[in-house]
């Protein structure tokens, strides 16, 4: 099993800033993709932005210019650095690690983006 824990979020104003944090451990397979997902109150769960191992990033058009996704591989912890917030950024954001077939979630945390 994986287990991924969550840190950062909160409460900030519009064009604020907020960056998250996410370690994994456990039996972490190779070949991973780490990401963020982020769910609306009434809204599915979307991506925001993902990471390959390799450092190949994919980013929701609605994010791109504003979050920033890296990863520390040796640490197993990827992050989001989130610039520029606006009030349609706010929601759960959970961390994602997967593989073809297999997906792990955090718990989640809490993004506020007050306007």
């Known amino acids: 099993q994986v287990q991924l824990v969550e840190s950062g979020g909160g409460l900030v104003q519009a064009g604020g800033s907020l960056s998250l944090s996410c370690a994994a451990s456990?039996?972490?397979?190779?070949?991973?993709?780490m990401g963020w997902y982020r769910q609306a109150p009434g809204k599915q769960r979307e991506l925001v932005a993902s990471?390959?191992?390799?450092?190949?990033?994919n980013y929701a058009d609605s994010v791109k210019g504003r979050f920033t996704i890296s990863r520390d591989n040796a640490k197993n912890t990827v992050y989001l650095q989130m610039n520029s917030l606006k009030p349609e950024d706010t929601g759960v954001y959970y961390c994602?690690?997967?593989?073809?077939?297999?997906?792990?979630w955090g718990k989640g945390t809490l993004v506020t983006v007050s306007s």
């Open positions: 456990g039996s972490i397979p190779s070949g991973n993709v």
């Open positions: 990471i390959t191992r390799g450092g190949r990033t």
């Open positions: 994602n690690l997967n593989r073809p077939g297999v997906h792990y």
